[in-house]
């Protein structure tokens, strides 16, 4: 979806980052439930999240990697993943997959939703020093928490792999994220353990507590 303005209501603005995981088939679910506890949602996917949803059946914006590209032309023109940055009060990755969990602990952003992570407002207090002098240099602030929750989903291997524990920590501790743990069941193959992504009404019973702020 390509918008040169995105449009706003006086509801709480939250992205929903969806990467490539097969729990990405409950997203028509997780979105009902949010906008039944009052969300305004802009869905942002990932090309291998492509492989377990369709966006047309969808009812809200949805934004992929072409949609970066396409929304600007020349400078001056509005720059989608900052745009999108900008508007959303909270940041839900859901499902989190061990390749973009990967990614975003080491901050690269080879992807629309990877560079809204990137750019993301990361620090809660006090405002980091400027490195300028010069006001115009901080017109985007970077200074302003909001707060980004994730509910990872992988195979429970990949679960149990050192650099997963590493990789969360990173998350949590330094840029303050909030981890919705994984739940042990019967993944998709056939294996049981832990790592499927918690249940739609726990992520929402999460993000409850952004309603009340």
């Avoid at 989608?80 to 901050?107: E, T």
């Amino acid at each position: 979806m390509n918008e040169n303005k995105i449009e706003t209501t006086k509801n709480k603005k939250l992205i929903l980052g969806v990467t490539g995981s097969v729990a990405a088939i409950k997203i028509p679910n997780l979105i009902e439930k949010l906008q039944q506890e009052g969300f305004e949602i802009r869905l942002v996917v990932t090309k291998n999240a492509l492989n377990f949803i369709s966006v047309d059946s969808l009812s809200i914006p949805v934004y992929t990697d072409d949609n970066e590209w396409s929304s600007w032309k020349e400078h001056g023109d509005s720059v989608l993943h900052i745009q999108l940055r900008n508007w959303a009060d909270v940041l839900l990755i859901a499902p989190l997959s061990a390749n973009s969990l990967a990614k975003m602990s080491c901050g690269l952003a080879d992807n629309l939703l990877t560079t809204i992570v990137r750019a993301w407002w990361w620090f809660p207090s006090p405002l980091p020093p400027s490195t300028s002098n010069n006001d115009d240099n901080n017109s985007v602030s970077t200074g302003h928490y909001k707060p980004v929750y994730f509910a990872p989903a992988m195979n429970t291997a990949m679960w149990h792999h050192p650099f997963t524990a590493e990789q969360i920590e990173r998350l949590t501790e330094k840029l303050h994220w909030k981890c919705i743990q994984p739940i042990k069941k019967k993944l998709f193959c056939g294996d049981i353990g832990i790592g499927a992504m918690a249940e739609v009404e726990e992520i929402v019973n999460c993000l409850k507590s952004v309603l009340e702020k």
